[in-house]
């Protein structure tokens, strides 16, 4: 069971390029999310997903595109990568249950530690 | 406004010492969930408790402990005899009735030292 999968682990980007973060999970959890990390800080919320086909922006999405076409899978587009989208990306997953009403914890990938230069 | 207040950026204690590190929520709803992570200085990201808002019973995992206390909107975490394995940086979130998006703290980091 691997839960959730990052990749890459890094990547260096120069100013204006574009590149995508994978993220993949197996624990068929409906609800997906974006977080960056800046250097010291807490975790920011880019963008989350309630399900397939179903997207909302976070607290910092500019810069930043996501699509949902599957379950599984929840890629996070950067285009026109600038020195402040440096940052560490975690994608983390979490399953709401409707019948219990309960939320399960944030399940976290091991994170994408990116450098715009 | 800030949801989840982790007033304590850093903390150093001598091995073997309790410490206790504090989270302060705000929510309107009655229905909510709070969590603790750790964070190693590896980066990656542990779930460590859930506690969902009905349940104020404090809880034990062996030198963890979490105290919740709705009349002060506090989801406090204790480790005792601590150990220089626990240095970390460790974040309180909080998860509202929406359920959809997860207030994190801005963490605090604990150093342990031998």
């Known amino acids: 069971n691997a839960g959730v999968t990052q990749t890459p682990k890094f990547r260096i980007l120069k100013i204006g390029q574009s590149m995508t973060l994978q993220c993949a999970q197996d624990?068929?959890?409906?609800?997906m999310y974006w977080y960056r990390q800046d250097p010291g800080m807490g975790l920011k919320l880019i963008y989350y997903s309630v399900g397939a086909g179903i997207t909302d922006k976070g607290e910092v999405p500019n810069g930043y595109n996501v699509s949902r076409s599957t379950t599984e899978d929840f890629p996070l587009r950067l285009e026109l990568a600038a020195p402040s989208q440096t940052s560490v990306y975690f994608c983390a997953s979490s399953y709401w249950d409707t019948d219990a009403w309960s939320n399960s914890p944030l399940h976290f990938g091991n994170g994408t530690r990116l450098t715009v230069t | 406004a800030q949801k989840v207040t982790q007033a304590q950026t850093e903390i150093s204690v001598v091995e073997k010492e309790d410490v206790t590190l504090d989270c302060v929520y705000e929510?309107?709803?009655?229905?909510?969930?709070l969590f603790w992570y750790k964070q190693p200085p590896s980066g990656e990201l542990v779930f460590l408790i859930r506690r969902n808002s009905f349940d104020e019973q404090n809880e034990i995992s062996g030198r963890y402990s979490w105290n919740f206390q709705k009349s002060t909107s506090s989801f406090n975490f204790t480790i005792t005899a601590s150990q220089v394995v626990d240095s970390a940086v460790y974040f309180c979130a909080l998860s509202e009735a929406d359920f959809n998006k997860f207030y994190f703290g801005s963490g605090t980091k604990l150093n342990v030292k031998p």
């Open positions: 624990m068929n959890h409906n609800y």
């Open positions: 929510t309107r709803d009655t229905t909510y969930y």
